[in-house]
């Protein structure tokens, strides 16, 4: 079975400009969630979808934030524009239910220049 | 508001050792603890779910155990190996409220195991 994929695996930007993160859960989970870590920190939760609705969205930072899930399939998240305090590595993780565990990809390591 | 808290920052042992790692919380609420495994520049592999009804987990090598009145887990490794040598990741479910769905994750502790 195939775990959960995230492209690209690397992104180098310039403060500004857009980027577009992408995340395919396992098949046949309707929860899938994004988390973010940055330099020294702790890995923190952005947002979580069941299907394609967004269930919690109370970590996202901020309105140049925009994360969907169309057809409850994969999912992108969008920075734009980007800033220096955006670098980090962005992880998401896909989940059959709430209560059990959660299975994450190798994550996104984004750079803003 | 749920915070986890992860000691030692840093754990370096000789080959076949006996470990702990050890994980706190601020909120007994909680719905699961969840212990990871993050190897450098890679993803974060699950090693050990343990429900807040349970109190402990076990897997090959590797015990975690969960005390959830005095916010306290433990992930205990036997025999240590050098290729155990990895970041060690706590994470709690919150059990209540919209944020069911979401972990809180503690710093880690970087674990090196020399041969």
């Known amino acids: 079975e195939a775990g959960v994929t995230q492209f690209p695996s690397h992104s180098v930007i310039e403060k500004g400009q857009t980027v577009t993160l992408r995340c395919d859960p396992i098949?046949?989970?309707?929860?899938l969630y994004w988390y973010r870590r940055v330099m020294g920190k702790e890995i923190k939760f952005l947002l979580h979808?069941?299907?394609?609705?967004?269930?919690?969205e109370s970590g996202m930072p901020n309105n140049r934030f925009l994360a969907e899930r169309t057809g409850g399939t994969y999912s992108t998240l969008k920075v734009q524009p980007a800033e220096l305090e955006d670098s980090g590595v962005y992880f998401c993780?896909?989940?059959?239910?709430?209560?059990?565990?959660?299975?994450f990809g190798p994550g996104t390591r984004l750079t803003v220049l | 508001k749920q915070e986890v808290t992860q000691i030692p920052a840093a754990l370096s042992v000789p080959e076949g050792e006996n470990l702990v790692l050890n994980c706190s919380f601020t909120?007994?609420?909680?719905?699961?603890l969840q212990w990871f495994r993050q190897d450098p520049g890679k993803g974060l592999t699950s090693l050990l779910l343990?429900?807040?009804?349970?109190r402990e987990q076990t897997s090959g090598r590797l015990n975690a155990s969960l005390d959830k009145s005095s916010g306290r887990s433990t992930l205990y490794i036997a025999a240590s190996q050098p290729g155990d040598s990895a970041t060690y990741l706590c994470?709690?479910?919150?059990?209540?409220?919209?944020?069911?769905?979401?972990?809180?994750f503690g710093k880690g502790t970087k674990l090196s195991v020399k041969p």
């Open positions: 994470a709690v479910r919150l059990g209540y409220g919209g944020s069911q769905g979401n972990l809180i």
């Open positions: 979808f069941v299907k394609e609705s967004k269930q919690d």
């Open positions: 993780a896909s989940s059959p239910s709430t209560s059990g565990s959660m299975f």
């Open positions: 343990i429900q807040s009804s349970q």
């Open positions: 098949s046949g989970h309707d929860n």
């Open positions: 909120d007994s609420a909680i719905y699961n």
